[in-house]
């Protein structure tokens, strides 16, 4: 059996990078915790743990000597919260997300209502929301083009969620356009998604099976089982190796392998192993 993986799965840029600093902080010896999960996927939190990286899910819990923020990024408060505690900070916050930062803040000193697209209560969102209400209070968040508000004046200045949907961006767009608002807009959204969903929907229309791995509650695996299911019915959402079962790939010849943004690349090495030794006809 031929086992391929998708020219791009598993873990971003920013996940990497948070995952290596996580790792290096765990040899350093110094007691350390992350603020939240570093990542949706509970295999590689207690792999952490084990390795004496903990977590805190608020800055009142940091009881370590270093804190590690995650690729999302915080908020101007808690950020302050946790340098109040007197604890070092590994900053894990993505350059995509702290661009975004940046832009969001910029556009309200520039005066402009800044305008965030994306999902209100993801923490990378109320980052941005919070570092633009730094300097202003006019600041409103929409999902999607249904939620701008009705009285919505320029200057405006758009920044969007990292993670959002190019076509929603547009609607968005349009829609103030048809409105004739004067905006600016600051093109925020990182590729890594929308490349990985293009790589696995190309994979499933090639293959007999496919195999998608990460986070039963995380969204952005669930997407890509959704894709690769609409294309090719064998497909199987799998978290961890050991939720493979022979039977359902027998008679394949072909199996595709594509994993969500928080799965490591062990963990799809080991499903590919597995696939490709201990299925193998
Ligand atoms: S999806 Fe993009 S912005 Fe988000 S952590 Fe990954 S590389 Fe960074």
Redesign the pocket.
């Known amino acids: 059996m031929e086992v391929i993986t998708a020219s791009c799965a598993g873990a ?4 990497k990078r948070a995952l290596r600093l996580a790792e290096r902080a765990a040899e350093s010896g110094r007691p350390t915790q992350t603020l939240g999960p570093l990542i949706h996927n509970p295999q590689v939190v207690d792999r952490l743990a084990a390795k004496g990286v903990g977590v805190a899910n608020a800055p009142a819990e940091v009881s370590g000597e270093c804190v590690i923020i995650r ?1 999302h990024g915080v908020t101007p408060q808690v950020r302050q919260d946790i340098e109040e505690r007197g604890v070092s900070i590994i900053d894990a916050t ?1 350059p ?2 702290l661009r975004a930062q940046r832009a969001a803040k910029e556009l309200a000193e520039e005066g402009r209502t800044v305008v965030v697209v994306g999902e209100k209560s993801h923490p990378e969102v109320e980052g941005l929301r919070a570092w633009a209400e730094s300097v202003s209070d006019r600041v409103v968040v929409a999902s999607d083009a249904s939620e701008l508000p009705a009285d919505l004046h320029g200057p405006l200045g758009v920044v969007v969620q ?2 959002q949907r190019r076509a929603m961006l547009e609607d968005v767009l349009s829609k103030l356009d048809a409105r004739g608002l004067d905006y600016v807009l600051e093109d925020t959204i ?1 590729n ?2 929308s490349t990985r969903q293009s790589a696995a929907e190309e994979l499933a229309s090639t293959v007999d099976a496919m195999v998608v791995i990460g986070g039963h509650n995380s969204s952005n695996t669930t997407r890509l089982y959704e894709i690769c299911s609409a294309i090719s019915p064998r497909t199987f959402h799998i978290e961890t190796p050991d939720e493979l079962k022979r039977e359902d790939f027998a008679g394949c010849k072909r199996v595709g392998v594509t994993a969500g ?1 928080s799965t490591p690349d062990d963990i799809i090495q080991e499903v590919v192993r597995v696939l490709s030794e201990e299925f193998d006809a």
Do not use: K
Request: aromatic share 8%.
């Open positions: 971003c840029y920013g996940v690729s993505c995509h997300v990292t993670t990182c890594a998604t943004a």
